[in-house]
């Protein structure tokens, strides 16, 4: 059974930082690319980072690049997405995806149920 399970949303302050984790089973984690997707009320969903099979890493959007970093550890079927100086614009449901192929978001592609980031005073 695949899953993948994130953690570590919640509250924070403008400014602050937050890590979340995505535990993944039940597939190959180490041949899928990963990524954090999210996504604002009214708003589409956004690539926020992706981390190659081979561990290159991309930030899509001028908006995080800077503040936010992706890494994955491939021994504990992990990836993480560490948040750094969060603007109230960040606030968002954030999603961890898996995607075997090279066309990603495609339709192979395996979803977590989301954390709730809330950036607010």
């Known amino acids: 059974q695949v899953q993948l399970v994130e953690s570590g949303g919640g509250l924070v302050q403008p400014g602050g930082s937050l890590r979340l984790s995505c535990a993944a089973s039940?597939?190959?984690?180490?041949?899928?690319?990963m990524s954090w997707y999210r996504q604002a009320p009214g708003k589409e969903r956004e690539l926020v980072a992706t981390?190659?099979?081979?561990?290159?890493?991309?930030d899509d959007a001028d908006s995080m690049k800077g503040r936010f970093t992706i890494s994955r550890d491939n021994a504990k079927n992990m990836v993480y997405l560490q948040m750094n100086s969060l603007k109230p614009e960040d606030t968002a449901v954030y999603y961890c995806n898996a995607c075997p192929t090279d066309v990603c978001p495609g339709e192979y592609d395996y979803w977590g149920q989301g954390t709730q980031v809330t950036v607010s005073s």
């Open positions: 039940g597939f190959t984690f180490r041949t899928y690319h």
């Open positions: 981390i190659s099979t081979t561990g290159h890493t991309s």
